[in-house]
């Protein structure tokens, strides 16, 4: 059975920080995304990691402020947030693409990230 988890969500002032965590199991992956949902809004691509070679990429809107990163014995992605602004309010969800797709077919159950101003 395979299980994406998210925990790490909460309350946190503008231009505080979060970390995010995404516990894998009943599979590998190949890349280990990050998404998020504003009410109203459609999903919106955070960022994403490669889980052996670790390389990574941001969305614009995030980059500089915003850090995946994984450990392998834990088989934990964590999304550290930096520098966070109210509009940045959403469900944020992990998700797994598996060696040989190239969609994201696991998804968790998401992780409310509230910014207050």
């Known amino acids: 059975h395979v299980q994406l988890v998210e925990s790490g969500g909460g309350l946190v002032q503008a231009g505080g920080s979060l970390r995010l965590s995404c516990a894998a199991s009943?599979?590998?992956?190949?890349?280990m995304g990050w998404f998020r949902q504003a009410p109203g809004k459609d999903r919106e691509f955070v960022g994403r990691?490669?889980?052996?070679?670790?390389?990574?990429y941001y969305a614009d809107s995030v980059a500089g402020r915003f850090t995946i990163t994984r450990d392998n014995a834990k088989n934990t992605v964590y999304l550290k947030m930096n520098s966070l602004k109210p509009e940045e309010t959403a469900v944020y969800y992990c998700?797994?693409?598996?060696?040989?797709?190239?969609?994201?077919?696991?998804w968790g159950q998401g992780t409310q990230v509230t910014v207050a101003t």
């Open positions: 990691i490669n889980w052996s070679g670790g390389s990574t």
């Open positions: 998700a797994g693409i598996r060696y040989g797709s190239n969609t994201y077919e696991y």
């Open positions: 009943g599979r590998t992956f190949n890349i």
